[in-house]
């Protein structure tokens, strides 16, 4: 089995920062691609940035120049530096990974942080 904990939301202004942190544990091989996925009421769960074990790097065009995604491999982490946020950013933030566990190979989720972005 395998967990998947975030941290790290919160309340904040508009134009503020905030840093999310994901750790996994469990039975763990291989971390393959980490991700932060976001929720906002009445809204589907989108993608915001990703990061596949080699250090490849995709944004949501929505995020980019204000966020920046990184990973520790040897911590099995994943972090989500936000910068410059917005109102429109207020959402259960989810880290997402895919895993290979011996034998197999699953999507995770953690339970979600909220972010607030408002004045």
């Known amino acids: 089995q395998v967990q998947l904990v975030e941290s790290g939301g919160g309340l904040v202004q508009p134009g503020g920062s905030l840093r999310l942190s994901c750790a996994a544990s469990g039975s763990i091989f291989r971390i393959n691609t980490m991700s932060w996925y976001r929720q906002a009421p009445g809204k589907e769960r989108e993608l915001v940035a990703a990061?596949?074990?080699?250090?490849?790097?995709n944004y949501a065009d929505s995020v980019k120049g204000r966020f920046a995604i990184s990973r520790d491999n040897t911590k099995n982490t994943v972090n989500l530096q936000m910068n410059s946020l917005k109102p429109e950013d207020t959402a259960v933030y989810y880290c997402?990974?895919?895993?290979?566990?011996?034998?197999?190979?699953?999507?995770?989720w953690g339970q979600g942080t909220q972010v607030t972005v408002s004045s």
């Open positions: 990061i596949t074990s080699a250090g490849r790097i």
């Open positions: 997402n990974a895919d895993v290979s566990v011996t034998g197999t190979r699953g999507t995770y």
